[in-house]
């Protein structure tokens, strides 16, 4: 289909006004020699026509009619080669150089015989059927003192005029058609040369519009157009900085986005799920396939979809509380939901998981509530004791010093109880960011340590107490007091719990850049339903009896904090009635 562009309207009109402006200026040159050579001739006849009608004075001595007038016009027409015409006052032809008169009908009403006869001066042109071509006319007054006794009628064919029209107009028609050749190739060199600019400046748009914004504009023509091609230039160069800080920028926050700590999820206004992060993925096994899918299908729970709907409904930002269960274990997540652009514009999800904060406040909320209760049982029983005594029993010595003896052993285990406490608030201190210093520690050092501490419990009990210890003596990274904690709390419960004439064995070895032990005893055993609660803070297998041994609750709980920090595990398996084995490892200082 034919394109109406630029330059073909350039061309056009162009060659429109070279055209109209040739057409005017040939209209008017072949008008103005016309007129010119139309008048001259007229001019010419009308001189003619003056010394004719002179002469037809002086050969007319009487009245025009009564003369010879036919044989002195035809003397006379020969003489200036024009055709002469005499007429008298009413219009009747008395003589013609070339026609017989008595023919000629009445020329009366004749315009330039009606002219000449009201005194003035008479034109006309007439195409003549007899000769089949345009005849000039003119007519002045023949006059005899001041009356007009005749009119005298000079007439020419304008073929030489019309000759010479003809041959100006075929060669202006002629000088046209070169011309207008001429103005073809001008008109189009022309509006090449003003669309060869503004086609590269489109093409170069085009291209910048495509992404190609590395594209410039290369013009000198030193005009309005040179200065729209800086401007598009600058404008290119402007759009690549801007977009280069934009890409950047969406890069930073694409990787801000991917390997930051809360899942991150985008839906559409109607819940499904349109992006995702790399922590989302994790946690909530997402793949791109299930881009598009209904965030419950996602996700699984209908608490997230209706704060999603309330967020598209509403545009204002939510903050939730989400209770899931993932890969098998319970989650917590605090879950912000923000609109996206306009109403209905899509919900963006950021899921911070605060499990394990939850675990903490119910953890102390446990904590608190079993070391009220800890600590009100002695503080009780001293009360109780401390009113008795000042109630009167302080008189009798023997009952007096039993119950201060009662009053001081509360006390111990209230100590004991706080300095537990203490540790394991340490513990956590260093968990939660505090830093330990740790050192190469000697295992059998330690162990032997506290074996010879504690030798005065178990050499009561009479229990064998053994330490098996490799050939290579055996380092752990730890805090030596740490490790000696671990020892005294496992062996102080095997001691305790094991009957008289039992065994404890502590025992260690190396597996690879561990070092594995084990504290194995004879004791009284755990029953299978309390394994899984025994390093539980406050948890006791039996309260009356750990109470009665001097047990706090927090023994087992402060080793497998402390083995945990240190980097190990520990595990145990028991039999009632037969013992309990306590297995537990840490890393090895180096390789051994």
Request: hydrophobic content about 45%; overall charge neutral.
């Amino acid at each position: 289909m034919f394109r109406f562009s630029l330059r073909n309207r350039l061309i056009f009109s162009f060659l429109l006004l070279i055209i109209l402006t040739l057409a005017t200026l040939g209209s008017y040159i072949l008008w103005f020699v016309h007129k010119y050579n139309l008048e001259r001739l007229t001019g010419n006849l009308f001189t003619q026509a003056q010394i004719t009608e002179q002469l037809l004075r002086v050969h007319i001595s009487g009245p025009p009619a009564e003369a010879d007038l036919d044989a002195i016009a035809k003397e006379l027409g020969a003489e200036v080669d024009l055709r002469l015409t005499i007429i008298d006052p009413n219009g009747v032809v008395l003589a013609d150089s070339r026609e017989n008169p008595a023919l000629m009908e009445n020329h009366l009403h004749r315009p330039e015989i009606a002219a000449a006869l009201a005194g003035g001066r008479g034109t006309a042109i007439r195409h003549s059927t007899t000769l089949d071509e345009n005849l000039l006319y003119v007519a002045i007054p023949m006059r005899s003192g001041n009356e007009i006794i005749g009119v005298v009628r000079l007439s020419t064919t304008l073929s030489h005029v019309e000759t010479a029209y003809n041959r100006i107009r075929s060669a202006l028609l002629a000088a046209f058609v070169v011309t207008t050749l001429l103005a073809i190739a001008f008109s189009i060199r022309l509006a090449r040369k003003y669309t060869a600019p503004l086609e590269e400046i489109t093409d170069v748009a085009r291209l910048i519009g495509e992404g190609q914004l590395d594209k410039r504009v290369h013009i000198k023509t030193g005009d309005e157009i040179e200065i729209l091609g800086h401007t598009l230039n600058n404008l290119a160069a402007r759009l690549d900085d801007k977009l280069k800080e934009i890409v950047a920028q969406k890069h930073k926050l694409e990787l801000i986005l991917q390997h930051m700590d809360n899942a991150v999820l985008l839906l559409d206004r109607y819940g499904r799920v349109t992006d995702f992060n790399l922590r989302a993925a994790s946690l909530f096994s997402i793949t791109g396939a299930m881009l598009g899918q209904h965030n419950i299908q996602v996700i699984g729970n209908s608490l997230l979809d209706k704060a999603v709907r309330e967020t598209v409904a509403t545009g204002e930002n939510r903050l939730i509380q989400l209770r899931t269960n993932l890969h098998g274990a319970k989650r917590v997540f605090q879950v912000f939901l923000a609109p996206l652009g306009d109403e209905g514009g899509g919900v963006l999800t950021v899921f911070h998981d605060i499990t394990a904060l939850q675990e903490i406040h119910e953890r102390q909320a446990e904590f608190v509530a079993n070391a009220s209760h800890e600590l009100k049982t002695p503080l009780t029983a001293i009360k109780g004791f401390a009113e008795t005594l000042l109630d009167g029993a302080i008189r009798e010595p023997a009952l007096a010093a039993k119950f201060v003896t009662i009053i001081h052993g509360e006390a111990e285990r209230m100590n004991r109880l706080i300095a537990d406490l203490l540790q394991l608030a340490s513990l956590d201190a260093r968990t939660t960011g505090q830093q330990t210093r740790l050192e190469p520690t000697d295992i059998y050092k330690v162990a032997a340590t506290v074996v010879e501490e504690l030798s005065a419990q178990w050499r009561a009990k009479k229990l064998s107490v053994l330490l098996d210890a490799p050939a290579q003596p055996l380092a752990v990274m730890a805090n030596p007091d740490w490790l000696k904690q671990v020892f005294v709390n496992l062996l102080d419960n095997s001691i305790k719990y094991t009957p008289d004439g039992g065994k404890v064995l502590l025992k260690w070895w190396q597996n690879s850049d561990k070092a594995v032990f084990m504290v194995q005893d004879s004791g009284i055993g755990i029953p299978a339903k309390d394994l899984p609660f025994i390093f539980d803070r406050f948890y006791r297998v039996d309260r009356a009896r750990s109470r009665s041994a001097g047990g706090t609750g927090l023994g087992l709980a402060i080793v497998k904090h402390i083995i945990e920090t240190l980097g190990g595990k520990i595990d145990v398996t028991s039999e009632p009635g037969a013992g309990t084995t306590f297995t537990f490892t840490l890393p090895l200082a180096k390789a051994q």
